[in-house]
């Protein structure tokens, strides 16, 4: 697939090579775009999406992604973090994915990458059977989704309130009609292809379908390079302008913060936390924080497998604990940034207070960003002066006032009876649950894992 973003290179005033560095890593924290995928339409103002699947070629970009970790962090590798391990351990490893096909199957082949193959472990039961594990070795690490509706911080970007009225400004912008008005002739030359005139707005479909087929389709080559660039130029203008303000990264920030902050607590286990999520993301980080306002190549779209990087660091003898941020686009060497004001290495306290500044929690703190009110349980916040809105996060979590629970109380003790009687006819029945937040087991502690809701 061919790479959206030019090299970063080190001559950049505002970089630094991502191997200059004196503390030592301990922990980190990374976001990754799913690999190279099937076609997927988008609608280009609600951003409803249809189908897509990884491709094998995905499957191998995100596995080389996991091999360079374990190249760096490992035992010997090029900046070894401290207890990192090769093998899966519960209590140092957390994977949560946004739920599609796509990033799932990118995070299940990354982990390939970064947990290896092993002898397949025996068990031997207490009659004397022994139990051979299933496959032929292959560590498998669970990975754990939220439901597209209630995920805020991978997929922070649908029915966002503010977003859709900014992208519906935009589309009436002068600025966005003068650009589409430089570009018509290419427009015009495509539209045959699509069987209609084609808009500014239509480039992320017009994009992805042609860049797909010029990948494994040896009759979609006829574009000359001049026109590809040129249409590479427009979809990364158009995506970069419609998610350049940020809103959706608001919430995936916090749990970046959240989960160093966690790492840093002594005596912490937890090393590894991985999102495996979605280009958006990435370009509402790199919007929000202002870095792709200072480093324009962060303008265009991430390459399939980009990997934004978040290292707790550590000075050997000390408890001081510092924040490096690095991004590595595609297969590219990955390159350190500095955030706002900050160094390139920054005190975990100096990082948090700048990042605090963008991040927002929860519901409530994706509902404020986003300015809704009517969808995505923000509903619940949409209270009457003067109701708490604690409580109202309670209620949209399935919790209960107490005086409503002393109600349900006097009805379920009348009940109890009846339900316990018919119990008996349908215990054979199991019931799958609802889609719910998730949660932290007692064994992950002392990392603190910011709530879902």
């Known amino acids: 697939m061919p790479n959206l973003i030019p090299l970063i290179t080190l001559a950049s005033l505002l970089t630094i090579p991502f191997t200059e560095a004196q503390q030592t890593p301990i922990a980190a924290v990374i976001l990754t775009r799913h690999g190279a995928r099937t076609p997927l339409f988008k609608d280009t103002k609600t ?3 249809g189908n897509s699947e990884l491709t094998l070629e995905g499957k191998n970009q995100l596995f080389e992604r996991g091999q360079f970790l374990r190249s760096r962090w490992g035992s010997g590798g090029s900046d070894p973090m401290t207890g990192f391990s090769e ?3 519960q209590n140092q490893t957390y994977v949560r994915s946004s739920d599609t096909d796509r990033t799932i199957n990118s995070a299940q082949s990354l982990l390939q990458g970064l947990f290896p193959a092993s002898a397949a472990p025996t068990l031997t039961l207490a009659n004397g059977t022994t139990l051979n594990a299933p ?10 989704v939220v439901d597209n509706n209630i995920d805020y911080v ?3 970007w649908f029915n966002c309130t503010k977003l859709d009225n900014h992208v519906n400004e935009l589309f009436k912008s002068k600025e966005f009609t003068d650009y589409q008005a430089q570009h018509q002739g290419l427009l015009d030359a495509i539209s045959p292809r699509f069987g209609r005139s084609l808009a500014l707005s239509d480039m992320w479909n017009v994009f992805d379908y042609l860049n797909v087929q010029r990948s494994y389709n040896s009759s979609f080559q006829d574009l000359t390079s001049s026109q590809w660039s040129e249409l590479t130029d427009m979809v990364n203008y158009l995506e970069y302008q419609k998610f350049k303000p940020g809103y959706a990264a608001a919430n995936f920030i916090n749990e970046v913060v959240t989960q160093l902050q966690g790492a840093a607590v002594p005596g912490s286990a937890q090393k590894f936390t991985y999102y495996s999520g979605h280009y958006t993301t990435f370009t509402n980080f790199f919007g929000l924080t202002g870095l792709s306002t200072t480093n324009t190549s962060l303008q265009a779209i991430p390459d399939y497998g980009s990997t934004l990087i978040f290292e707790l660091l550590a000075t050997p003898g000390s408890n001081d604990r510092f924040v490096r941020f690095s991004y590595r686009n595609g297969y590219a060497a990955p390159v350190a940034f500095p955030i706002a004001n900050l160094p390139v290495i920054a005190p975990l306290a100096d990082f948090v207070k700048t990042m605090d500044q963008w991040s927002k929690s929860g519901l409530k703190g994706w509902c404020d960003i986003c300015g809704n009110t009517v969808n995505r349980g923000c509903e619940t ?4 002066s003067g109701d708490d809105v604690g409580a109202a996060e309670a209620k949209n979590e399935g919790g209960v006032t107490p005086v409503v629970g002393g109600v349900i109380g006097a009805v379920v003790g009348v009940l109890v009876t009846g339900l316990v009687a018919a119990g008996i006819l349908f215990a054979s029945r199991r019931r799958t649950p609802a889609a719910q937040p998730e949660t932290v087991s007692a064994a992950r502690q002392p990392v603190v ?3 879902q809701v």
């Open 47 to 49: 951003f409803t999406e």
């Open 135 to 144: 496959g032929t070795g292959d560590q498998q690490v669970p990975i754990h």
């Open 449 to 451: 894992f910011a709530k």
């Open 154 to 156: 991978l997929r922070g």
């Open 87 to 89: 093998t899966y351990y």
């Open 381 to 384: 916040l949409n209270l009457k």
